[in-house]
Each structure stands twice: as structure tokens, then as C-alpha cells.
């Protein structure tokens, strides 16, 4: 599956803005993540970063997180995909559903997910809520304040450090990559 398949497939389940730009949030934070840790496979992680919720608005997570992943997965076999490590991927980002991460894509896409929305918070206490506004240290600042996006698992972002990079890698990289879609995401 290239990127264009995987676009037609997200907007066939997901119409929600919102969630869309938290996809191709996670989309590009995966993509810098493996400009880093397995370079030459960039659009393979951005994929799994822009599919790893397509079951958002197919599935009732909200009161059962245990099919959060897991119907992301037969989705994508009722759309002919068959590819293993990318169905680890996204269910490992929810651990909830029973799989943790083991392997260093699915330790990123743990990571990633939450930090899109923690970098987005951030933002949106800046003057002019834009994510090129924010500095690194005031992410990590605001990492260390737990009322601050107290819903934003940051067990889940440190989990980056099982992929070798450290939580300021992960900052830079989020910035960097949201930065660079900051208009299509309204960043």
C-alpha cells in the first residue's frame, strides 16, 4: 500500500477533522521518527501513523478501549491489506487492547500518538497557537506539568526511549514535522 491508497482508505472511515489532523500529525511524526531509526522506510511509517486510528469513528472505544486497534485491523483486511508488522503497529499503539510494544515501529507509534496532541496543546496556549512558535523547552516544561493535557499519557511518549531516542528527540521531531504541516493541520 502506498500513501495515496492509504488516504482514500482514511477518508472512506474518518470524516472527522479533527481526528484527520491528529492522523496526519502522527503521520509525520512517524515519518521523522524513521528518517531516524530505519531510514529509507519513511513512507511506510508515515502510513502506519496515518492509519493508526481509522476505527476512531467505526468502533465504540470510548466505552470499550479494548476494540480500539483491533477493528482498525479488520478494516484494513476487509480492504485486501495483509501486512502483519503494520497491524502489530497499530494495535500496539492502544495498549488497552492487550498488545504492548515489542518492537521499535510499534514503540514509536506509542510514542508518537500522544505526543501530536501534547505538541498541539502546547501550541494553543501560545499567542498565535502555532506550533512554529513553540520551543522545545516549553514542551518539555509543560511535559513535567502533570495538570497540564493531563489526558496525554506521558508513560506513553517516554516509551521512545526503548527505540534508542530520547523524549527530547521525540520534541524535536514533532515540531519539526508538525511545523512543516502546520497549515493543513491549523497549527
Known amino acids: 500500500m502506498n500513501r495515496e491508497e492509504a488516504y482514500t482508505i482514511l477518508h472512506k472511515y474518518m470524516k ?3 481526528y484527520l489532523d491528529h492522523s496526519y500529525a502522527v503521520e509525520v511524526i512517524m515519518r521523522g521518527l524513521a528518517k531516524r531509526l530505519d531510514p529509507g522506510n519513511e513512507e511506510y511509517w508515515g502510513i502506519i501513523g496515518l492509519l493508526h486510528d481509522l476505527d476512531e469513528e467505526q468502533c465504540d472505544w470510548q466505552n470499550d478501549m479494548s476494540v480500539h486497534g483491533p477493528t482498525s485491523v479488520e478494516i ?10 503494520m497491524f502489530e503497529a497499530i494495535k500496539a499503539h492502544n495498549p488497552k487492547n492487550g498488545k504492548k510494544a515489542r518492537t521499535t515501529i510499534e514503540y514509536a ?3 508518537a500518538d500522544p505526543m501530536s496532541g501534547f505538541v498541539k496543546a502546547v501550541a494553543q496556549i501560545y499567542p498565535d497557537k ?7 523547552k516549553s514542551v518539555l516544561k509543560r511535559f513535567n506539568e502533570l495538570r497540564f493535557a493531563a ?3 506521558r508513560d506513553y511518549m517516554e516509551c521512545i526511549e526503548f527505540t534508542g531516542l530520547r523524549l527530547e528527540d521525540l520534541i524535536d521531531v514533532a515540531l519539526d514535522e508538525m511545523t512543516g504541516i502546520a497549515e493543513q493541520i491549523g497549527l
Open 109 to 111: 507509534i506509542l510514542a
Open 16 to 18: 472527522g477533522q479533527n
Open 76 to 85: 484494513l483486511k476487509k480492504e485486501g491489506i495483509d501486512d502483519p508488522v
Open 130 to 136: 502555532k506550533v512554529a512558535s513553540v520551543k522545545p
Open 151 to 153: 489526558g496525554a499519557n
